[in-house]
């Protein structure tokens, strides 16, 4: 049996939650869709040692600030996902955990949205699934060959898995800097930093409010045909959290340039030496998750669906919600994705 909605919300991690509270206050019918068994999204699979760029009070969804967490600056992972937890319960927010939506299609005035436990019918449809489940690891020449573990952001949690080993991180974002400096400041494993270019790390002052800021900032000059900012990325690309400024001033977070390709055991460089290692960490970045869209034959250059704002320009009843700034300045935030889920919700609502 089809069930009938008015919008249906596929993710329920932070993007799917600030949708959810706009579309609350709008008095709309809607449905979330979340693959995850509980609440939290991507941050219950984060490492052990990540905290948020920016302090509670400016790592909010909208209508609810996060507490602050006893001891820390930064919160934790965990404490984000409590804080999104209290958030969906608070809100009485409908979401539906364990659901995987497999397709969305056309279906007349409507969109028709297959999940594995049924089949829906709305007259939009909020795609916020994020990247996290779209890891994206490099063919790397002679990957097939590597006898060790090849693994990716996703797949990590903490120093202890790599006790006494020879470790290579790959990667010259957040990730990568974070995780070769948790594993430097372990001090039980032996660490290889590798990036494709020089590392370029924000200055030690700047943190996720700031950030936040050069976003909008940039957002508002394009909107308005002013000369690109270059914004966030014009800064840098690590920021200076503590453990990485711990990790640097000790002189443990030193990049290499990244090696020419993988052997049996280890790396070999460019100028043909080896070193061995046991295991590889890429931190090589993610791509949308955006397969439940393929039947509606959207995806444009680089797979993005080109978009007006939120709106898919193929197929007007789609917003896409919290994938970058393409889809909302610091709409991957949890502080950023708050001002794009209101101007998506009023867009639906006019829609509808």
Same mark, same amino acid.
């Given at each position: 049996?089809?069930?009938?909605t008015?919008?249906?919300?596929v993710? !329920? @991690?932070?993007?799917?939650?600030?949708a959810?509270?706009?579309?609350?206050?709008q008095?709309?019918d809607?449905?979330?869709?979340?693959? #995850?068994?509980?609440?939290?999204?991507?941050?219950?699979?984060?490492?052990?040692s990540?905290?948020?760029?920016?302090?509670? #009070?400016h790592?909010?969804?909208?209508?609810?600030?996060?507490?602050?967490?006893?001891?820390e600056?930064?919160?934790g992972?965990?404490?984000?996902?409590?804080?999104l937890?209290?958030?969906e319960?608070?809100?009485?927010?409908?979401?539906q955990?364990?659901t995987?939506?497999d397709?969305?299609?056309?279906?007349?005035?409507?969109?028709?949205?297959?999940?594995?436990s049924g089949?829906?019918?709305?007259?939009?449809v909020?795609?916020?699934?994020g990247?996290?489940?779209?890891?994206?690891?490099?063919a790397?020449?002679?990957?097939?060959?590597?006898?060790?573990?090849l693994?990716?952001?996703?797949?990590?949690?903490c120093?202890a898995d790599?006790a006494?080993?020879r470790v290579v991180?790959v990667?010259g @974002?957040?990730?990568?800097?974070?995780?070769a400096?948790?594993l430097?400041?372990d001090?039980?494993?032996?660490? %290889?930093?590798v990036t494709?270019?020089?590392p370029?790390f924000?200055p030690?002052?700047?943190?996720?409010?700031?950030?936040?800021d050069?976003a909008?900032?940039?957002?508002?000059a394009?909107?308005?045909?002013?000369a690109d900012t270059?914004?966030?990325?014009?800064?840098?690309?690590?920021v200076?959290v503590p453990?990485?400024r #711990?990790a640097?001033?000790?002189?443990?977070? %030193?990049?290499?340039?990244?090696?020419?390709?993988?052997?049996a055991?280890g790396?070999r460089?460019?100028d !043909?030496?080896?070193?061995d290692?046991?295991?590889?960490?890429?931190?090589?970045?993610?791509?949308?998750?955006l397969?439940?869209?393929?039947?509606?034959n959207?995806?444009?250059?680089? @797979?993005?669906?080109?978009?007006?704002?939120t709106?898919?320009?193929?197929?007007?009843?789609?917003h896409?919600?919290g994938?970058?700034?393409?889809t909302?300045?610091?709409?991957a935030?949890?502080?950023?994705? !708050?001002?794009?889920?209101?101007?998506?919700?009023? #867009?639906?609502?006019?829609?509808?």
């Amino acid at each position: 049996m089809t069930q009938q909605t008015d919008v249906v919300v596929v993710g !329920g @991690g932070q993007a799917g939650l600030a949708a959810g509270y706009h579309l609350r206050r709008q008095r709309l019918d809607f449905v979330i869709l979340d693959a #995850e068994a509980e609440p939290g999204g991507s941050w219950q699979h984060m490492w052990n040692s990540l905290h948020l760029f920016s302090p509670a #009070e400016h790592s909010s969804l909208p209508g609810r600030l996060m507490p602050a967490q006893a001891g820390e600056t930064y919160p934790g992972a965990g404490h984000v996902v409590d804080y999104l937890t209290d958030y969906e319960k608070r809100y009485d927010l409908p979401v539906q955990h364990g659901t995987r939506v497999d397709a969305v299609r056309r279906d007349g005035d409507g969109l028709l949205i297959e999940a594995d436990s049924g089949t829906w019918r709305a007259r939009a449809v909020v795609s916020a699934t994020g990247s996290w489940s779209r890891p994206f690891l490099p063919a790397a020449p002679g990957h097939r060959t590597f006898t060790g573990r090849l693994l990716h952001t996703v797949n990590y949690r903490c120093p202890a898995d790599f006790a006494d080993q020879r470790v290579v991180v790959v990667g010259g @974002g957040n990730s990568g800097a974070q995780i070769a400096a948790d594993l430097a400041l372990d001090g039980q494993v032996e660490v %290889t930093w590798v990036t494709q270019r020089p590392p370029r790390f924000l200055p030690d002052d700047i943190d996720g409010r700031a950030l936040f800021d050069v976003a909008t900032a940039r957002r508002r000059a394009l909107d308005a045909g002013r000369a690109d900012t270059g914004g966030v990325a014009s800064l840098g690309d690590i920021v200076a959290v503590p453990p990485v400024r #711990e990790a640097r001033r000790a002189g443990l977070l %030193t990049a290499k340039p990244m090696f020419a390709q993988l052997a049996a055991t280890g790396v070999r460089w460019a100028d !043909g030496s080896r070193s061995d290692a046991d295991a590889i960490v890429w931190c090589t970045g993610f791509r949308p998750a955006l397969a439940h869209l393929a039947p509606l034959n959207l995806r444009g250059p680089r @797979g993005h669906i080109p978009t007006a704002g939120t709106r898919a320009l193929g197929e007007p009843r789609l917003h896409l919600l919290g994938y970058g700034d393409w889809t909302g300045p610091a709409s991957a935030t949890l502080i950023g994705v !708050g001002r794009t889920a209101r101007d998506v919700v009023r #867009e639906v609502a006019g829609l509808l």
